[in-house]
């Protein structure tokens, strides 16, 4: 019998599924947002992930539910569960990722090391951290940011006036979540996967180059890592999927101190920008993965097929014309280099798709990844 997945969203995210599906036989639906979007191959309906009914229709043909994001709210979440479907990752597990507030306290809980961190209600609570802080902090709104959105370095109470105010007025108490600036010398990425049976594996940490609070490039596995910071970045992914429950891919974004700490930045539960070197650079992708784990399918073999991974993101395309146009000058010049592209219009700062180098050096596979995507762009 063919196993049928449900994606809730019709980004790249689901898109990039497509083709895993297709090698293992699984029958992939997406609930799209809008017509033409990025996983339209899949895309077997279209409208309001607000909607309960329209999203519990749609996971009526399916055997699990799973989401190319974050964003469906708490009660259409419940009432699929209510309602009997298999939810992988599950409502309990997706508060976490959905509100920065909820992940701060259940992080504490679990022991996970994190920056210095506040729930701050008005400008008086926020003036008082900074005092105790050195003077500059960052402010995030606890749900909705993604992309560097929602988040701001603060050196004044009054600079985040304007949130606290719109915060007053909508459901979830007011309040902003503050939180130390730390001191790193660059951001790294733990990936896991997790079944409902439990089983856990990790992939190689991984670099993560941020431009404009976007990821712009990826590092796999992360160079002149020291095998304690690896194994301490294994430990927290495991020890978070397993104590939040999560099921599925999980991306644990970190910085990595000056002082040689790994520090919890950010959550995300389902397939990660930080995974996509995977496509390419692993023996099980992310997108196969993911299927896996929320089909409670025995996980597959992260370890990398090369020593060196590079992944750099297409991010706003060519000014005019159309990405596939470039296809041609691109693998005439990096015929070792696999382009990724999702559909998307160009845009100014539109993550429209990605290019994966491999191979045994990191200077030559960066050199080819960037000079690929560098193609794209105007």
């Known amino acids: 019998m063919t196993l049928r997945v449900g994606v809730v969203g019709g980004g790249q995210l689901a898109r990039m599924m497509i083709a895993p599906a297709v090698e293992l036989g ?8 809008t017509g033409g979007m990025s996983a339209t191959l899949a895309a077997t309906s279209v409208g309001d992930y607000h909607d309960a009914e329209t999203v519990l229709a749609f996971a009526r043909e399916v055997d699990v539910v799973t989401f190319d994001h974050e964003h469906v709210p708490q009660p259409v979440l419940r009432a699929l569960v209510d309602a009997g479907v298999a939810v992988h990752p599950g409502p309990d597990a997706l508060q976490y990722a959905q509100d920065k507030l909820l992940m701060r306290a259940r992080l504490t809980e679990l022991g996970m090391p994190q920056p210095d961190w506040a729930a701050v209600s008005d400008a008086a609570g926020l003036q008082d951290f900074l005092d105790t802080h050195g003077g500059r902090a960052v402010v995030k709104t606890p749900r909705g940011g993604y992309d560097g959105k929602g988040v701001r370095v603060v050196g004044a109470a009054t600079e985040a006036e304007d949130w606290f105010a719109a915060l007053a007025e909508d459901a979830h108490g007011g309040q902003l979540l503050v939180e130390e600036l730390v001191e ?11 079944r409902p049976s439990g089983d856990v594996i990790a992939y190689p940490v991984v670099e993560t180059i941020q431009r404009d609070g976007v990821c712009a490039e990826v590092i796999a596995p992360a160079p002149q890592l020291s095998t304690r910071l690896a194994e301490v970045a294994a430990m927290v992914g495991t020890t978070i999927a397993n104590g939040l429950a999560v099921t599925g891919m999980l991306a644990v974004e970190l910085f990595e101190t000056t002082d040689e700490r790994v520090l919890v930045n950010e959550l995300a539960m389902r397939p990660h920008n930080s995974g996509h070197w995977s496509q390419d650079g692993a023996v099980t992708d992310q997108f196969e993965q993911h299927l896996r784990a929320v089909l409670d399918l025995p996980l597959g073999d992260p370890s990398p097929r090369q020593p060196y991974t590079v992944m750099v993101n297409i991010l706003g395309g060519p000014a005019a014309g159309d990405i596939d146009e470039r296809f041609g000058a691109v693998m005439a010049e990096h015929p070792a280099v696999k382009i990724h592209t999702y559909g998307k219009a160009p845009r100014p700062g539109r993550k429209v798709g990605h290019v994966n180098a491999v191979g045994d050096d990191l200077d030559d596979a960066v050199y080819d990844a960037r000079a690929a995507a560098a193609f794209f762009a105007d």
């Open 26 to 33: 699984i029958e992939l639906r997406v609930l799209a947002e």
């Open 184 to 194: 790193f010398r660059r951001e790294l990425s733990q990936q896991v996967a997790r």
